[in-house]
């Protein structure tokens, strides 16, 4: 006689069990501690807090060595633990233009107040593989990867920025941003919140659509990298025309304020590391408006250029509505852009999959079979 | 054992609150969806977020918490989700439908009728009935504001016309106090007629879309139908080999390599029940036949199935 499966619970037990076994692999090599991933995983922990939503070095860097280096599933259990956590309130809007640099590049101009300061960046590496660090020894620094420069020989262009010797130590130094310096001429926009409201919190609250820019640019800071990367990719082949120039990227740390309401003045909280990327984009005019440049803007935290860079075409691509651009391709569509930027969301629902449709496959089954019943009816009559 | 490092059942009782409201306004009006402010769950978005909310908002000490899948206790989410609520909570977690005062599911309705004191929670994956017919929840908010349902209606004459029936075997739309066209979740069109005038609170969640909405206890829920081509639901030609049950929704399990078909209940608790109280089924499988591969008067009982 048949007896129905059983044992959901002992077979859950079970796969914790291997899945313990494969996150820690091999028992005879040292296992990686999470101040380990901390300082020389970095880059992978900025974006685990960028998408996680959380600026928590140690806590990013428990999820991806609890996630076995899987950096969607990292990002997950920083969201869920993130949930948890009350909200105090609003900072203080971040200024960027004090700022502890790490790096800063403009694309547009040569020479700009404050100076370009080429910093960590594996733009001008070649991309190979450095077998000192193979040998488990460190880098011998002669490679390009190690010395962090560009190699001799390699071409300059216009964008290849002027190395900086000295790095700015001094926090808080003041460095312009080339976006103020554009709009003091007239030459770009600077776009006002439509009202004195302040902004949504998409953490709290469902995003609708039509979104406000500024919810809009919650949903792409803790939007997937490489999502934002394909669709900002996307509008550089043609599918929405941005002609952008990075007018400025920079990288560095800056302070985050907060007025406590029993005080009333402003507190230093705490230092921030975050990426910033302003995207100068062409804007021939319409009728309202004098021909002038238009910006598309990134953020997110650590280092992350790449992600801020393609989130600031994004932006840029999604304000259509807002400058009476016609609205042709998938770049420019906000609800099809913001709904499936979430790779939390994305991943969960795509992975549902594997969850049991029995049921509905029943159902399906039950349909199919009564349609291939009536069908053979059919042929019959006709013969 | 409840886990002291969390508040109960998981959520803080801020945001519970919040759902609470929410579901308020569903229940005010049956069958519209309520966008909700979803949090991430230490779940997977589309495994059960928006049921595992509204569990976590209601539930109280003195309840009894039941969890199916398929509808079934011992499926895996099922038993995964339970065993949260009993970590995070610490209530009872029962496996019969009677005893138990809310019920989260996933894709059925116990086969049991359910009572006043009971709520079922729902977990809906595309809270949106016209979600494949306009992706759009902008046009579709617009839609359900002005009542405009020609597109789902359409969609099912296409199918009529096409096939000579509803392609829609489970998440088949229903009206709800003839108001709000509403998706009842992937539950098979079987289980449709018991959301109608059911004495127990109906609740859905759709965590990952953000949308909460409601049934009130005795409500009418109408299938969309057309009166030449009444709504009807599955029929089994076996009964469940089990427990023999007739009325039952049933599994089908392929048990040999030939292909041969064992039906048996899906709602497992009902067919525990119907076991206990004497009810034995064939214990057979069966073999099925194409119905286009051999002529239906040509099948001898022993043939296998082709293909």
Redesign the interface.
Known sequence: ??V??????A??ESSWRLLETQRRGDTGIAALSVAQIREQLSLAVDRVMSEGSLYDPELAALAIKQASGDLMEAI?LL??Y???L?RLGYAVPLDTARIALVRRISAAFKEVPGGQLLGPTYDYTQRLLDFALLAEGESTGASPVAMNMPPAGLDATPTVPSERTVAPETPCATVPRINDLLAREGLLETPQPFDAAPPGDL????????ADRALRLQALARGDEGWLLAMGYSTQRGYANSHPFAGEIRRGFVSIELVPDELGFTVDIGDLEVTECQMINQFNGSREAPPQFTQGYGLAFGGAERKTMAMALVDRSLRADELGEPRVAPAQDE?FVL?HADN??A??????LK??????F??????V????????EL??EAA | MMDTH??FA???ERTKKRIRRALLKAVAVPGYQV????????F????G?GGVQITASLIGLSDVLKVI????D???????IR?FFARTTGVTTTEKTREATLIQT???IPEMPLTESQILVYQV?MPEPMSRLEP???ETIKMHALSEYGLMHVRLYEDIAQ???I?R???YPVMVNERYLMSPS?????DNPKMHMNPALQLFGAG?E??LYAIPPYTQVRSLDFEDHPFEV?R?DHAC??CGASES?????I?DDAGSR?F?C?D?DY?EERRDAGHVGT?Q?VT?H???AT??EAVTPNEQEAA
């Not at chain 1, 029943?362 to 349909?367: C, H, K, R, V």
């Open positions: 006689m048949y129905a499966v059983k044992g959901g619970a077979a859950i997950f969201r869920a993130r949930t948890t009350p953490t709290r609250d469902p995003l609708m659509f039509p609800e709904s939390v969301e991943s969960g629902f795509v992975q549902h969850l049991p449709h029995y049921v509905d029943q159902a399906e089954l039950e349909l079979r009564k349609l291939r019943a009536a069908h053979a042929i019959k | 969390y508040n998981f959520l803080d966008p909700f402010g979803s949090r991430e769950m230490p997977a978005y589309g495994w977020t899948d398929q509808g079934a011992d499926t895996t989410n099922a038993v995964n065993r996933r894709h059925r994956p759009s929840r902008r096939l000579g029936a392609s075997a489970y998440d992937p539950i098979p069109k079987f990952r953000k949308r599955q089994w080999a089990l929704y049933l599994d089908e399990m048990v064992l048996v899906s497992s067919c214990q499988a099925l194409d119905a286009l002529p239906p």
